[in-house]
């Protein structure tokens, strides 16, 4: 079955120890993404990746990392966690499709998800 | 800056009622990608339609439609003959190509339909 899978789905730590957050995807998705949602706010991306080793910041990357070793898994590293990090985080992947014509684009077709990883940091 | 909005915070109908959720983008870049997402209360997101900015074609699928008008920055979607099903949190999202695909999400309505 095509799945975006996430470990762990809770989590409750505390301020300052280290965690990370793991994302796979079994559909040979050159894009991956990790997103957090917060009331009111919708989803904001954090970091996204083009492919392997091509990593890029969102729109609120600070106090986060992310690592693209393999194509499959997108991790998500928060070195010293902190109560404004509590959030309900998504993984996505995609695929890229070349362009047509001469543009030199490609594009980017629906986002596949993961179930979620509901993150509280006391 | 990019940014989307969607103004309707909650929209309450009765079943069998037509609704329309309402999308507005900001973007100055020619080419990008416009999508709707569906979260249930189970809270999985649901992918349900793309639209690329330089196809306008409107789309009908079953109880689903969609009206992007590129003059007025707005990609909204209507459901018609509501289902009870049909509640859930809607997200309007816009992808641009800044050489990476950067992707921004609405806040997101907030469907009631009751029986």
């Known amino acids: 079955e095509a799945q975006v899978t996430q470990n762990p789905r809770y989590l409750i730590t505390v301020t300052g120890k280290k965690l990370t957050v793991t994302c796979s995807q079994n559909m040979n998705h050159e894009y991956m993404s990790w997103y957090r949602q917060d009331p009111g706010l919708g989803l904001r991306q954090i970091y996204y990746?083009?492919?392997?080793?091509?990593?890029d910041k969102g729109d609120v990357p600070e106090g986060y990392k992310v690592s693209r070793k393999e194509k499959r898994n997108f991790p998500l590293i928060l070195e010293s966690p902190s109560p404004n990090q509590t959030s309900l985080y998504f993984c996505a992947s995609s695929l890229r499709r070349p362009s047509f014509g001469t543009s030199g684009l490609s594009f980017l077709n629906e986002q596949f998800f993961g179930p979620g990883t509901r993150l509280t940091v006391l | 800056a990019q940014k989307v909005t969607q103004a309707q915070t909650e929209i309450s109908v009765v079943e069998k009622e037509d609704v329309t959720l309402d999308c507005v983008y900001e973007?100055?870049?020619?080419?990008?990608?416009l999508f709707w997402y569906k979260q249930p209360p189970s809270g999985e997101l649901v992918f349900l339609i793309r639209?690329?900015?330089?196809?306008?074609q409107n789309e009908i699928s079953g109880r689903y439609s969609w009206n992007f008008q590129k003059s007025t920055s707005s990609f909204n979607f209507t459901i018609t003959a509501s289902q009870v099903v049909d509640s859930a949190v809607y997200f309007c999202?816009?992808?641009?190509?800044?050489?990476?695909?950067?992707?921004?999400f609405g806040a997101g309505t907030r469907l009631f339909v009751k029986a």
């Open positions: 639209r690329n900015s330089f196809d306008e």
């Open positions: 973007t100055r870049d020619t080419t990008y990608y």
């Open positions: 990746s083009m492919n392997v080793e091509v990593t």
């Open positions: 999202a816009l992808t641009i190509n800044t050489g990476g695909f950067k992707t921004i």
